[in-house]
């Protein structure tokens, strides 16, 4: 119900976290921030990206948190998924590498690292565990590309190389870089460890 204000969204999860921390009298008490998964029938109000941003920049700035992505495990038309477990397995291996410090616990999955033009190309790197690949086995899908004002375009001739993407640079001009970056994304990019690329918005300047 909250991804039709999703902008204010970060400011009471914070609060949420404080509250409960103080609550418990444990400040240091951790918090497993699950990610919205996709969702096909999101009504024309409601900006599902914008709050899974929010979610992502809360778990990023706030000692404790970790955030769960679940951005394949949802389902077109229930608001609900139906397959609980590969939810609660990916908690659980969170739970493993953030609040009990396993080491080989990989839980975080693929996440942007930087991105910028070089040699007349855009290349994009990824801290992950191991190299990228696709879950399908087909090109890259997720990326789009918006000038200002503009609409999204998809980005075109992207591939992958360890975590890397590499892609012709779309435009000259400055624009956003997003992936899954829709209520219901389209997006097949994974780690060794079969865990989605994160979504992820970020400026590209000349």
Do not use: M
């Amino acid at each position: 119900s909250d991804t039709a204000a999703a902008l204010r969204y970060g400011e009471l999860l914070r609060l949420l976290v404080e509250r409960w921390r103080e609550g418990w009298r444990d400040p240091a008490l951790p918090f497993l921030l699950v990610q919205l998964p996709g969702y096909g029938k999101a009504s024309r109000w409601a900006d599902w990206p914008a709050l899974r941003a929010q979610q992502a920049a809360v778990a990023a700035s706030t000692p404790g948190c970790a955030l769960v992505v679940t951005i394949d495990l949802g389902e077109h038309d229930d608001i609900h998924p139906r397959e609980k477990r590969p939810v609660g397995e990916r908690a659980a291996l969170a739970a493993r590498r953030h609040v009990y410090r396993d080491a080989n616990a990989h839980s975080d999955g693929p996440r942007l690292v930087d991105a910028g033009r070089e040699e007349g190309h855009l290349r994009v790197r990824f801290a992950s565990h191991g190299p990228l690949a696709t879950s399908d086995g087909a090109a890259p899908r997720g990326f789009t590309w918006t000038e200002p004002g503009g609409s999204p375009r998809q980005l075109e001739g992207a591939r992958l190389e360890g975590a890397e993407l590499l892609a012709p640079l779309p435009s000259e001009g400055t624009f956003l870089l997003r992936h899954a970056w829709a209520n219901w994304p389209d997006a097949n990019v994974r780690d060794a460890d079969g865990l989605p690329l994160a979504p992820f918005e970020t400026k590209i300047v000349p």
